[in-house]
């Protein structure tokens, strides 16, 4: 299986909405989501969901003039 990163929590929230959640789980098997997608999507995560933090500052900062954290 290939890994995962949502960079961003409307993806969450749509297959959340269209009762396809586990789908994610299905194809990727792990999902990785950073703390403040966590925070803005505001529910329960499944254990397969894993929350990591970038530990990519400059990438970080570079994708912050482009797209909001959450």
């Known amino acids: 299986m290939h890994r995962v990163v949502i960079s961003d929590t ?11 959640f586990d789908l994610l789980n299905q194809v ?3 999902v990785f989501i950073t703390p403040e997608i966590a925070n803005e999507y505001g529910e329960k995560l499944p ?5 990591q933090a970038v530990t990519d500052k400059k ?9 909001d954290r959450g």
């Open 10 to 20: 409307s993806t969450l929230i749509i297959f959340q909405k269209i009762k396809i």
């Open 28 to 30: 990727y098997g792990e």
């Open 59 to 67: 990438y970080l900062d570079f994708l912050s003039t482009q797209i």
């Open 47 to 51: 254990e397969w969901v894993r929350i």
